[in-house]
């Protein structure tokens, strides 16, 4: 009877804990999302009460963890506390199948109903963005040719300064030549790479950004190239919850641009495109560093050479002063 | 070990990782700097091997 009766507090203890902690919880995420919509402005006189109870019955209706980035309004998404956001944006993605190249050509203009939204962000015309530019139209294919539905499509937008025909698009830039002229801004006739909207998608990117996405809010103008992938459409939503998926380039030599590229697009087809299973792997992280040692021995040679030819000149004058 | 038997054991080693390079990363192109990076690879092996292999002698 005693130990029935130890039982029966102990577990009353335990629920009552549980409640607590749930209680906790909730003040404690009512509390942030209070924090971030009084920060961003978007409290509308709503005062702590009416915000405590209108978050309460959100959170009420929200299945443990588990919710479709669709049923989140987007005036709402700013207000989410991003380590909760994560994991609903990451479980709303359908499988993705394929992967597919457009021009994006202003923000904002993505159209909606794609898988994933994925940019290829420049910060500048380098041989390095070309490249990775030149890796993207080889390994990817234009999204209107992809028979995959687009929700189950990660579109992959480079953003553009003008619309050109589809039918100039294709094999257009595969051409590495093509690709120079379009990072070059040379003629401003033609389309060409915009890096003002690279500017502003990176500026909404790194409005708060997470720690995901702070190796591309600190780079500077020779840092990159880069690649981001969201679930949703980035123009649309500023700041931004995760999860995030960057593939940040600047330590990346440039030979391995095409390995990278085709670890990512396999990425992206997992369950989780943001846990970067398929990109931080050994046989990456080993490429590089091969090909880092490889360069890094040019400067080396190059000095021995100079030496061996001081000491052969030096040598050669000697000879000759003695004769 | 003889100097030839060094050589040998240089090229081989680094033919070997340049094809070991060649199966696992078929999409990267083999430049003069990776080439260079095989030799120097190889020259430290063998330069490795040889020590030890001299060290055995001397202790035997």
Known sequence: MLRLLIYSFLLITLACTSEAAAQANVLKECGSQYQSAKTANELAGQSWQDFLKACRARLAERPAEAKPAEAVPASLAPAITYSHASASLASAVLAINASGYAFLYSRGSEASGYGLYSYAILRNGSQRSAAL????????????????????????????????????????????????????????????????????????????????????????????????????????????????????????????????????????????????????????TLLNLILHSARSLEPITAALLGIVHQVNATENLNDSGKK | MTLVFQITAIIFIAILLRVGFQIAYPEVPID?????????????????????????????
């Open chain 1, 133 to 284: 530019l030149k890796q993207i139209f080889t390994q990817v294919k234009d999204v209107h040719s992809l028979i995959a539905s687009p929700a189950e499509t990660n579109i992959l937008f480079v953003p553009s300064t003008k619309e050109m025909g589809r039918r100039k698009q294709n094999d257009f830039y595969k051409n590495e030549g093509n690709i120079r002229r379009f990072l070059s801004n040379e003629s401003k006739s033609s389309a060409h790479y915009s890096f003002a909207i690279a500017g502003q998608l990176i500026a909404a990117i790194c409005n708060r950004p997470v720690d995901e996405v702070k190796s591309l809010c600190n780079g500077d103008e020779t840092s990159g190239p880069y690649i981001v992938t969201y679930a949703k459409q980035i123009g649309n939503t500023s700041p931004l919850p995760p999860p995030f998926l960057l593939v940040d380039l600047t330590p990346v030599d440039e030979s391995a641009f095409g390995t990278l590229v085709s670890s990512y697009l396999s990425q992206v087809q997992e369950e989780k495109f943001d846990d970067r299973k398929k990109i931080d792997t050994f046989r990456n």
């Open chain 2, 32 to 60: 003069g700097a990776l080439t260079k990076l095989f030799v120097i690879a190889a020259v430290v092996i063998v330069a490795v091997l040889t020590f030890v292999h001299l060290m055995r002698t001397k202790s035997g």
